[in-house]
């Protein structure tokens, strides 16, 4: 749906099943008019959507004359019903949405899917992006971007778009080697990532050049720990690059609110060694 000036606008989206009082109601609504309430906890989804606050639009997700009233606001209440939990699919934010009239329940954080790209030059030092945007703005780390998931592009797909645009060559799915897959849960609270940590086996001739994502520069592996680095990639991301270089290596990493991390290695072997 394209932008509109009219900021009461028609969102669609799959309301998949409703609870009410313990009994899951099966809907069939997926393309429904709402408006939200800028009270609830995504400020984003309720700007989006007109940011009015209609409490009859939980009633308005049910096919029927019946079950509209039944489930309007102030019949609700007559009713007794106070628990009434929606599993709204927002299309825009790719993510789902609950949304409890009693409790104000947490949203479930959107699941990202992104690519790294390490990249090295004639003398093997890596290339890496000081970001200007975020996630980890300021921070040093490898190229790369997010997959277009609507497009059902593929990770590599998704890494040599990204070498054309960040790097400024031409690259095909020959010339990358699957190093890792790193999946973070709960990323700075705000969001899971999936990420394909590819390593380009095209040597670099020369330093990119600067963009909106950042500057580049070429460090020798030493320097790392000396640059301002994400904690994860800190923590296990870059020893188990440089560990399994050439190999492959899968890991979780569970991210908590009061910063610390839970790493598991969940698969690994080793490669060559003439890096």
């Not at 109601?25 to 989006?48: L, M, N």
């Not at 780390?141 to 998704?158: I, N, R, T």
């Not at 270089?245 to 009061?258: E, I, K, Q, V």
Request: hydrophobic content about 35%.
């Amino acid at each position: 749906m394209g932008e509109t000036t009219n900021r009461r606008a028609q969102i669609g989206f799959d309301l998949s099943v409703a609870y009410v009082m313990g009994s899951s109601v099966a809907t069939r609504a997926t393309t429904q008019i709402a408006e939200t309430s800028s009270a609830w906890p995504d400020a984003d989804f309720a700007s989006r959507s007109g940011g009015k606050n209609n409490r009859r639009c939980f009633a308005r997700a049910f096919p029927g004359a019946t079950s509209q009233d039944h489930l309007a606001a102030g019949t609700a209440r007559r009713l007794g019903i106070y628990d009434l939990r929606l599993l709204i699919y927002d299309f825009y934010a790719s993510r789902t949405i609950i949304i409890n009239r009693k409790s104000k329940m947490p949203l479930v954080l959107p699941y990202k899917i992104a690519t790294l790209l390490y990249c090295f030059n004639e003398r093997d030092e890596i290339l890496l992006l000081e970001r200007a945007q975020e996630p980890n703005r300021g921070f040093w780390s490898p190229c790369g971007g997010k997959l277009k998931m609507d497009a059902g592009e593929s990770p590599y797909a998704c890494a040599c778009r990204e070498a054309e645009e960040e790097l400024g060559i031409k690259i095909s799915a020959s010339d990358l080697h699957l190093t890792g897959i790193v999946s973070e849960h709960g990323y700075q609270g705000q969001t899971h990532w999936l990420m394909f940590l590819f390593e380009v086996k095209i040597k670099l001739k020369s330093l990119p050049a600067d963009h909106r994502e950042g500057k580049f520069q070429f460090f020798l592996r030493e320097q790392l720990p000396s640059l301002k680095i994400p904690q994860t990639d800190a923590e296990k991301i870059w020893p188990w690059f440089w560990q399994f270089r050439g190999g492959f290596f899968a890991a979780h990493c569970r991210c908590h609110s009061n910063g610390t991390n839970d790493w598991t290695l969940e698969e690994n072997f080793y490669g060559r060694t003439d890096h």
